[in-house]
């Protein structure tokens, strides 16, 4: 019974580490920086879309951070020049991630600007990759058995459209896609924030 006093505040004490180093020093230093030039506020719609984004939780299977080349060939892979905190000045909370089970996002709105393909691969992505593992998200949309006025048809091969009528998005998906065309970091970095060699520089040098 005496153990179990020290041994919460150690708990207490690992978890007030883990939110200093994780959560208010990574904010910190992201309230320092100002949105460089070619970085907009996201608009409504694009911040519902994020909401769906965090709420589907695509962070577990997408990054949004390309890597210095000594990390990761990323800027070989097409994902763009490392990131750097001011990229995210206007994302809370942010949605870095880890896992790559899918490519990096950050600037997937700049490698694939078509709305169309967005919503195809959303409803079914092995209408576009038949190897892909990406879950699909059938609830974000609705078939009908006509299109009405103002609906958003999703383009379908034979293989997955339905027998009758068509698939159309839902809002939330428009959101959604809106949100994905939103991510666009390929502006050229502030003055300072990458080295010679294209590494991003490391917080606190010069």
Not at 36 to 50: A, C, D, V
Not at 169 to 188: E, F, G, K, N
Request: hydrophobic share 40%; net charge neutral; aromatic share 10%.
């Amino acid at each position: 019974m005496n153990r179990y006093l020290p041994l919460s505040i150690l708990a207490l004490a690992i978890l007030a580490f883990a939110t200093l180093l994780l959560v208010i020093a990574p904010g910190i230093q992201i309230s320092r920086h100002d949105a460089p030039p070619g970085l907009k506020p996201y608009t409504e719609r694009e911040l519902r879309g994020r909401e769906v984004y965090v709420s589907l939780g695509c962070v577990y299977c997408h990054s949004q951070q390309p890597r210095s080349p000594d990390q990761a060939p990323d800027s070989v892979r097409g994902w763009g020049r490392p990131a750097i905190a001011a990229d995210y000045v206007y994302d809370a909370p942010h949605q870095l991630g880890t896992m790559r089970t899918g490519p990096d996002l950050l600037n997937v709105g700049a490698r694939l600007p078509s709305r169309d393909w967005h919503l195809t691969h959303l409803y079914q992505p092995r209408a576009i990759f038949e190897w892909s593992i990406m879950p699909a998200y059938p609830f974000l949309f609705e078939e009908k058995s006509a299109a009405a006025p103002g609906d958003v048809v999703v383009s379908l091969p034979s293989s997955f459209a339905p027998d009758a009528g068509v698939v159309v998005a839902r809002q939330v998906a428009l959101d959604l896609v809106a949100y994905l065309l939103s991510l666009d970091r390929t502006y050229p970095a502030p003055a300072g924030a990458l080295r010679d060699d294209g590494y991003a520089r490391p917080e606190g040098t010069n």
